[in-house]
Each structure stands twice: as structure tokens, then as C-alpha cells.
């Protein structure tokens, strides 16, 4: 299955990026992004292996799934035509206000 960054997921992978560098060295930032690399393949080969967020689970949006990559989180949507990518962050973070600040900054 194609996969599509929006460029919502791709601004926060450049974000990631700088966060990565500055903090922990380019060394850190290059296993950190081959591990998503690695999770973005699994999700062209087996989009429906990624599991319901449970921040998701009560909305009842089973087309929205995670992948977990090192320390980062993957949200994506399954379409019939592709898988896309909504969302790359830390896994520390409050993902429900960080989708409510999305939803609210795209209104």
C-alpha cells in the first residue's frame, strides 16, 4: 500500500530532527529515523498491523492506527487507496491535546 506524509507529519519530523540533533547529536537523530523508516515500511506492507491508539479507542475511528518507532509514535489513516501519515511524535507526549491543538490550528 502507498503511504502519504501530510505535511502535517512532515513538519514534525523536521521538528523531530532539530530536537534530536540539538539534544542527543546527529548520531542519535540517524537511529531515530532509520527506525522510522523501518515502521513506515511495515505500514506499506501490513497497514492494518498498527494498532488503535486507546486516546482513539472511544471515538470509535478504527481507520486511525499507531505504529511505535524507538521512542516515537506513528499516527496514521487507512483509505482504501494509501495509508496516511497524520502524526510522528515522542511517545511522552499527551496525544490528546497535541490532536486538539492540531484540530483547533487547522480550523
Not at 501490513?46 to 475511528?61: F, I, S
Amino acid at each position: 500500500m502507498k503511504v502519504v506524509f501530510l505535511q502535517s507529519a512532515e513538519a514534525d519530523l523536521k521538528d523531530l530532527r532539530r530536537y534530536v540533533i540539538k539534544n542527543f547529536g546527529s548520531t542519535a537523530w540517524a537511529s531515530s529515523y532509520a527506525k522510522i523508516k523501518e515502521s513506515v515500511a511495515l505500514i506499506e506492507a501490513h497497514p492494518q498491523a498498527g494498532r488503535v491508539p486507546d486516546e482513539l479507542e472511544d471515538l470509535n475511528v478504527a481507520q486511525y492506527r499507531q505504529v511505535i518507532s524507538g521512542m516515537n509514535r506513528i499516527i496514521y489513516e487507512v483509505r482504501v487507496d494509501a495509508a496516511y501519515i497524520h502524526l510522528v511524535c515522542d511517545t511522552r507526549r499527551d496525544l490528546k491535546g497535541l490532536l486538539m491543538r492540531r484540530i483547533v490550528g487547522a480550523a
